[in-house]
């Protein structure tokens, strides 16, 4: 995965949800930025395979795109995030991810 976009450093999670709400494009990018390598690791500590951890990442900031306008802005977005990541993260060990056609 490649970096997208340069998280500024006084703009904290939910000033970046807003903002990408609002039509910022650089705003999701710099929110994959941010958590991309953590997620990573988070991902790979669980399923133990890099390349499928890659897959499952990618995976949690496509959910996370399209379901953004529905997250609770009162709850801490990356409590949110690791959730979606370790319930991906669970099903492929369970064998119920299926991959993306």
Request: charged share 30%; aromatic share 10%; glycine share 6%.
């Amino acid at each position: 995965m490649t970096a997208v976009a340069t998280a500024p450093p006084d703009l904290d999670d939910g000033g970046l949800v807003r903002r990408h709400l609002d039509g910022d494009p650089q705003a999701f990018g710099a929110l994959v930025d941010r958590y991309q390598t953590p997620m990573l690791t988070f991902v790979n500590g669980i399923v133990g395979d890099r390349e499928r951890a890659e897959d499952l990442v990618l995976d949690v900031f496509i959910r996370i795109y399209r379901h953004l306008r529905w997250f609770d802005r009162r709850r801490e977005f990356q409590t949110w995030i690791y959730a979606i990541a370790s319930h991906l993260a669970d099903a492929e060990l369970r064998g119920r991810v299926h991959p993306r056609s």
